[in-house]
T-cell receptor, first 113, second 112 residues
């Protein structure tokens, strides 16, 4: 009965490759998010998405793109991976209301060699 | 631009002590504030959510307070246990997209 799930849990790849991380939520939420936790453990928002709008943190390179096949899924595609992309990526979801609580997935540890 | 700061960055206490973790934020126009726990190599577990209209929330040995006007929140942990050892993160929600802005966390170690 996992609420927010991500696959894979670990991802090791070479520089220059293109990869995707999948996220699914079964909470009936209509807004999903991607966060990045860097090597210093600092968490930063990357994207916020519902079926009406995508909001992008201006610091996110355009090599990163979220893709949502339906309300329950928000996948993260990364093109031309760089060493600095190594981090833990967390997916989260919530209802669209501003007062809603966010629930987080277990994270995907990406290592770029 | 919202900035969230957590003090101290690390804290080590003997088992049984009561302790307070601090969180401050620069823009008081928030919807809510969430406290999370993160164990090493694991995801985030939501502990408490305080709406902007609330002053505090309690769950078991945890009590979180919010003073929106001064931009501060505290997480009080009573009778700490070794199992409380983890990193505690506070995050505020404001602005467009319902996105959370996180503090840098407080790494707590409770010694038996």
């Amino acid at each position: 009965d996992t609420a927010v799930s991500q696959t894979p849990k670990y991802l090791v790849t070479q520089m220059g490759n293109d990869k995707s991380i999948k996220c699914e939520q079964n909470l009936g939420h209509d807004t999903m998010y991607w966060y990045k936790q860097d090597s210093k453990k600092f968490l930063k928002i990357m994207f916020s998405y519902n079926n009406k709008e995508l909001i992008i943190n201006e610091t996110v390179p355009n090599r990163f793109s979220p893709k949502s096949p339906d309300k329950a899924h928000l996948n993260l595609h990364i093109n031309s991976l760089e060493l600095g992309d190594s981090a833990v990526y967390f997916c989260a979801s919530s209802h669209a209301s501003g007062i809603a609580e966010q629930f987080f997935g277990p994270g995907t540890r990406l290592t770029v060699l | 631009k919202q900035e969230v700061t957590q003090i101290p960055a690390a804290l080590s206490v003997p088992e049984g002590e009561n302790l307070v973790l601090n969180c401050s934020f620069t823009d008081s126009a928030i919807y809510n504030l969430q406290w999370f726990r993160q164990d090493p190599g694991k995801g985030l577990t939501s502990l408490l959510l305080i709406q902007s209209s609330q002053r505090e929330q309690t769950s078991g040995r945890l009590n979180a307070s919010l003073d929106k006007s001064s931009g501060r929140s505290t997480l009080y942990i009573a009778a700490s246990q070794p199992g409380d050892s983890a990193t505690y993160l506070c995050a505020v929600k404001d602005g467009a997209g319902n996105m959370l802005t996180f503090g840098g966390g407080t790494r707590l170690m409770v010694k038996p």
